[in-house]
């Protein structure tokens, strides 16, 4: 939006980004949503009954400014879904002042949603509390997992850090939780390097002790790669916990 010069596509861009930043926020605020007003959604009207659900959930009046913003943006015929595209062949939209308005409401929506959410953060850690709990996952733990609690270092550490079961071995890498660990992040600006750490690992390494699960922790471990030596510290904890062969 600040770049210069500006894309003549900057609107059809922003606002397919947009998209995604605001499905992915209902995707993790759904999960303190009421679960019988998700079950109600269908038809047209699903993107709106679903921010009506969170709305209630983070006690915002549906006749409150931003929950009425939030609201007119799931519009299919004025919101995001109508600004991500432009009409057949024409020419993208411009990035005048009704843009810039709508660019201005969009961050006023999700600051204020933001705020409520991190006030209840907690929750998340008490469905994070169930799920470890479980020596198997089932499909439905692991949708929830991967697509409804924020994917952060504090809540999949929490989860990978507790996890004590190697019944989810198969399950976490069939979905694909081992495949992308953090690579090594350079500010080339401030000239400082940082290793992430990777919870799923140090669960991997906790599993090599475990007899049943060495030769699944083995296969799994292969698989991965990395220039992140954080990673390596914890790849090397797996090789000591394996047997020598």
Known sequence: MTGEPGLESTTHLVAHLLREIESALRDVLETIADRHDRLQQKGREAHKEEIRSILRALSIPENDPIARAWLDVASRGEGLPKLAHRHALDRPRPN????QHFWEKMQQILDA?????????????????KLVQKPVPDAEDLRLLSGHLPNNLIARGDFFNRLAYPGWLDPLNTAGFFRDP?????DEAKGT?????????????????????????????????????TVHEDLADVALALPAQ
């Open 182 to 186: 953090p690579d090594v992040v350079r």
């Open 96 to 99: 005048d002042d009704d843009f």
């Open 193 to 229: 390097v940082n290793f992430p750490p990777w919870p799923e690992c140090r669960y991997l390494a906790r599993m090599a002790k475990l007899p049943e699960a060495q030769h699944r922790v083995l296969e799994i471990a292969l698989q991965i790669e990395t220039d992140n030596p």
């Open 113 to 129: 949603v933001l705020e409520r959410f991190e006030s209840r953060y907690l929750e998340y850690h008490a469905v994070i509390d």
